[in-house]
């Protein structure tokens, strides 16, 4: 290699390892995608980065020496078209990427002519829970997310929220969860220190006084009503941010956590039943994998519980349902009730449900003994509307 594709190389490793910790992560290395003349779907984008050697057996990600194997020899990717490599990473694009200073490092670093920022910059953390007990199971719709603003903490914080803003959890069926996010890209966050500050910053910036608030974690936006709130948020959206990061307490606020979040895994936190099956024997079961099977299943044989109540019932006589008919009525599982948990319309077709369900229904279905029914729309019973 000659000494000017090295110093290109290093130039643009250089440009996207933007915590200068000497590694690419994994969402490093898809900014480094997206800012390319290379365009897919973020499905596309996973695949395209799995297949590279050093994330496909685990690591946290690519150090300078394998960066440039992957970039001059492919490094290791396997399974992977050629064509989207070569179109993602071009020689020709290196100089402009290279030089061209990445937006988080522009916010913490601006130039002379650009306004200075009030809050300086922090790094999302990979990995994102966001405890609710929401009756309504927006986890498997779209990206999973909750609409924003919405707020989320670095580490579990089980049912400690829960227990404190929603006493009547207890009452859905669905219950209380905590889910388990990771970044598909990385926002950009400034960087709280208490509230009191970020409140001066606001009435400065809005030009009025506003209510005094407590000392307390998370931001100053939570704590007004719109269109006080939306107009917070606007605030920080004209300085270019994505989001506010109370780093001592470890809560994030994203305003449109769709853009940057995808669901890995769901931690239920309500306490699992002891369910009869028949003949003596007994099996635990959440509320939460009886509502997840139901919808896959109206799903599997197109059944839509939302337009009438009896489609609910003949959704309930599957097989896979069988061995718990005494059960689920017993216990209030009503169609009624368990349709007003989602909306049939917004879910995915069963062959794009995400591996996370499917390992949770698996599970469910092997503890039943009722796994082939899972899979095979064949067994409905008969009567289907």
Sequence with gaps: MDPQSAA?????????????????????????????????????????????????QGHAGLNFVQFMDWLCNGGGARGVDRELLRQATQPALLDDRAKRPSLRKSLTDPTPSAEPRHHAMARCPAVLFH?????????????????GPAFFSNNKTHTYYIDSYHDNSHRHLTGAREIEYWLKRAPILAKLRNLSEELAWVEKTLGRE??????????????????????????????GYDGVFDVAHGVVTLFQPDQFLR???????????????????????????????????????????????????VILRNQVFLKLSPWIFMNGFFPK??????????????????????????????????????????GESDGVI
């Excluded at 405890?131 to 609409?147: C, H, I, V």
């Excluded at 506003?210 to 004209?238: K, M, N």
Aim: with cysteine; charged share 20%; proline share 5%.
């Design 131 to 147: 405890a609710t007990a929401a009756e309504k199971m927006f986890e498997l719709l779209g990206s999973g997310t909750p609409r």
């Design 263 to 313: 669901v890995f895994l769901v931690h239920v936190e309500k306490p699992p039943l002891q369910a009869s099956i028949g003949g003596g024997a007994h099996v635990q079961v959440t509320s939460y994998e009886l509502l997840l099977a139901y919808w896959y299943m109206a799903k599997m044989v197109g059944i839509d519980p939302n337009e009438r109540l009896e489609n609910g019932q």
């Design 210 to 239: 506003l209510p005094s608030l407590q000392t307390g974690r998370g931001s100053v936006i939570d704590r007004f009503d719109a269109p006080l709130s939306e107009q917070i948020i606007e605030l920080y959206v004209s300085c």
């Design 8 to 56: 290109q190389i290093k130039a643009l490793f250089q440009a996207y390892d933007e915590n200068d910790d000497g590694v690419i992560s994994r969402y490093e290395m898809g900014a480094l995608f997206r800012d390319s003349y290379w365009e897919g779907s973020e499905k596309e984008l996973d695949h395209l980065i799995d297949a590279i050697g050093s994330f496909e």
């Design 337 to 378: 009730f368990m349709s007003a948990t989602c909306c049939y319309a917004d879910l995915p077709d069963v062959a794009e449900w995400p591996p996370w369900c499917m390992s949770m229904l698996t599970d469910f279905a092997m503890r039943l003994d009722v796994l082939s029914c899972l899979y095979d729309a064949e």
